[in-house]
């Protein structure tokens, strides 16, 4: 009986601890990754920009045959809007919708997966001498204690989402520009 008590105490002050350590970690997260894509930025961020050009980059679409997507609004720009669906966990279900756009510059994207607050999705396009830097990112907020855990690994679960679907937006973009001036 003794050793049950033991054990019991324990777990209550495991799980009394990593409430503590979970209200002290950052309650919002910022994740990014960038790629120079050897196109004008007006090119790129037109398949940024239309949610019906996601279908032949993104990585979600690319991993998921069975995701089922809908357009609302206009088809690119502020109000343009996509819906999904899929049994595949990974992939769940969700929205997002472009809040705010610059055109050639930034895109703002609300994105909401699931059951889960509403995340931000900034994207930037710069141009340079070579093309254009494009930056993905996601922002999220509010996150619960839980959430504030996954935060601390959340670059790194991402990483790989975001390089497939830079490289693969890099391919799409630089096979349908014409040559940029450095490639001449």
Known sequence: MKIIRHILIDLVILF?????????????????ASVLI????????SQVDNFTNWEKWSPWA?????MLSTYEGPVSGIGAITRW????????????????ADPYRS????????????SASPWSFEETPEGTKVTWGLDM???NL??????LFMQKMM?????QGLDSLKSLSERSAAPYPENK
């Open 38 to 45: 050897k196109a004008p930025p007006q090119l790129v961020y």
């Open 107 to 118: 895109i703002l994207i609300e994105l909401k997966m699931m059951d889960n607050d509403p």
């Open 62 to 66: 690319v991993r998921d045959s069975q």
């Open 16 to 32: 009394a601890l990593l409430i503590i350590v979970a209200i002290f970690l950052p309650s919002k997260k910022h994740v990014e």
């Open 141 to 143: 907020q509010n996150m």
């Open 159 to 163: 990483d790989p989402y975001f390089r």
């Open 146 to 151: 839980m959430e504030r855990y996954f935060g």
């Open 85 to 100: 669906t899929s049994p595949n966990r990974q992939t769940g279900n969700g929205s997002m919708e472009i809040k705010n």
